[in-house]
Structures are given as C-alpha cells and as structure tokens.
C-alpha cells in the first residue's frame, strides 16, 4: 500500500467530511467553520468562511450544493442563494455532525452535542420535500454513514461505542434491522468511514494514526497508516476514484503534541488504495 502523503497546506482544527464531486475533493473544518475544495490537478484551494460549524458538503441532484451548517440543513443554489431546508434541534448546544446520501437521495445526517459529552445526539433522515424521520437516538458522537446497495446494507459508527455498526435496508431501502458489524481496539475509536467498490468498508481510527479496512464479514485485512494521530475520515476521489483521500485533526493540541505531531489537521491522500463509488446527491 502506498504512503499517506499530504496534498495541501490547509491545516484544520478538525478536518473533516471529505468528499469527491465536480472534478474536487471538498472537506470542512467543523469547528473553524470553514469548508475547503481541492483542484488535485493544479494543487489550488478554494475556501469560504460559514457563519457556525460546518460538517457536511454534499451535491444536490439539480445542481448547488447541501450543507449542514450548526443544526441547519441547508440548501445552496447555484447562484449563490441560500434557504434551511430543515433544522434538526432546537438546542443551541447541539450540532449537525456527519452525513450521506443514500442510494435514492435522501439525505442521513447525525447530531451531537457540541462538547461531545453524554448520549443526545439522533441520527436523522432528511427528505428531499425537507420531512425529518429519526431513525436512532440516544447518540453520542455520530459519525461515518454509507450505503451498500447491492447488500443492502448501511454502514453506521456511533464514535463513543468503538464499534462499526450496519443496519439492512428493507425493500423501500430504509434501515431496519442495527446490528453489530465490526469492533475498534481501543485506544483509537472508529470515525468516519466509506466503502469501496468491492464491498470493503475503510474506517478512520482516530487517536489511532490510520484508517482499516474491512471485509464485508468484519475481519480487519488492511491498515493504512497516517502520520496524524486524530485521523477522522476516508474517501475516494480522482478522476477514477482511486485515491485515498483523508482527513485529520489537531483539536485540543498543546505545544508538545503539535510539536510531535507537525502534520496534524492536513489533508492526505493515498495514490492508487482501491476504487471507490461516485457518490449520490442529495434529490432535494
């Protein structure tokens, strides 16, 4: 497996939400509430400023973009106009936190608390018309979500349970069924997560320095070090969804640990890992 190498100068607080679409790798830094786009041809970076955290830039399906800014899901149009679709709490200390779209479009987004303390978190549905459906509360720290449509599956990490949990999809491809899939040997806890085309399921370990990989059974078959100790998300991207890209974190870092830990909170990718899947926007 090739190395990790970093790709820009970007240095997040807290990377996050990598994701390919339009020829770019978009990614977010939450808690600098900035959101970043990557040209890997050039090495350009464009970046904007959000007015609250940021965690989540998607496609939409007609063209602008979807984003989950605070606890607001909202909708940007391509000239720039803006609008909340819909506001998934109404508490001031919670967030939105990771998300995706699953294989009909509809958008599944987490909440946490901000401090990322205690058990009130929901991972919710988002439907194209704005109708929100809680599929799971009691959440702690929600994060990676995927879809595998040919097993009929969602992939799904709550962080604070250090396991990788997959629900089945029934016939209308909604999740029905949560079970155990896979568990993280601690000190690292799981984070975000994508799937590949084989099936496999590549997981961020974060306070592990690396992102695993999966079967589709839940045996661990690859590691995939990262010179970053907070690693929080995988995706693939380039023009043949080939590369690894991969976010990391330098959050509550003293000067010792920054000094150890020089590359923290940048963008890395992985030349030729494995071949993922185009991602699917959001119908809304």
Do not use: K, M, Y
């Given at each position: 497996m090739p190395s990790a190498v970093p790709v820009t100068d970007v240095q997040a607080v807290l990377g996050e939400g990598p994701r390919w679409f339009g020829g770019r790798l978009h990614w977010v830094d939450i808690v600098g509430r900035r959101h970043h786009a990557l040209l890997p041809s050039t090495g350009e970076v464009s970046s904007e400023s959000l007015p609250d955290t940021v965690s989540l830039v998607l496609p939409r399906a007609g063209g602008g973009l979807v984003l989950a800014?605070?606890?607001?899901?909202?909708?940007?149009?391509?000239?720039?106009?803006?609008?909340?679709?819909?506001?998934?709490?109404?508490?001031?200390?919670?967030?939105?936190?990771?998300?995706?779209?699953?294989?009909?479009?509809r958008l599944y987004v987490g909440t946490m608390r901000r401090d990322g303390q205690g058990r009130e978190g929901r991972l919710c549905r988002i439907d194209p018309d704005g109708a929100v459906t809680v599929v799971a509360d009691g959440v702690g720290i929600s994060n990676g979500i995927a879809f595998d449509a040919g097993r009929r599956r969602m992939y799904y990490v709550?962080?604070?349970?250090?396991?990788?949990?997959?629900?089945?999809?029934?016939?209308?491809?909604l999740p029905n069924d949560r079970r155990w899939f896979a568990d993280i040997d601690g000190p690292a806890v799981p984070d975000g997560l994508v799937l590949d085309a084989g099936g496999a399921v590549w997981v961020a370990l974060h306070e592990g320095g690396a992102v695993a990989r999966f079967d589709d059974a839940g045996n661990r078959i690859d590691t995939v070090p990262v010179p970053a100790g907070q690693v929080t998300a995988p995706m693939f991207g380039g023009d043949d969804l080939t590369d690894l890209y991969i976010t990391t974190a330098r959050e509550d870092f003293d000067d010792e640990r920054a000094e150890q830990e020089p590359l923290?909170?940048?963008?890395?990718?992985?030349?030729?890992?494995?071949?993922?899947?185009?991602l699917t926007p959001f119908a809304g």
């Open positions: 800014v605070g606890s607001a899901i909202v909708l940007r149009d391509d000239d720039g106009s803006e609008r909340t679709l819909a506001r998934l709490s109404d508490d001031p200390e919670h967030r939105c936190n990771d998300g995706t779209c699953d294989p009909q479009g709550d962080t604070v349970t250090g396991s990788v949990d997959v629900w089945d999809l029934d016939d209308d491809g923290a909170g940048r963008l890395f990718v992985v030349a030729g890992a494995g071949r993922g899947v185009p």
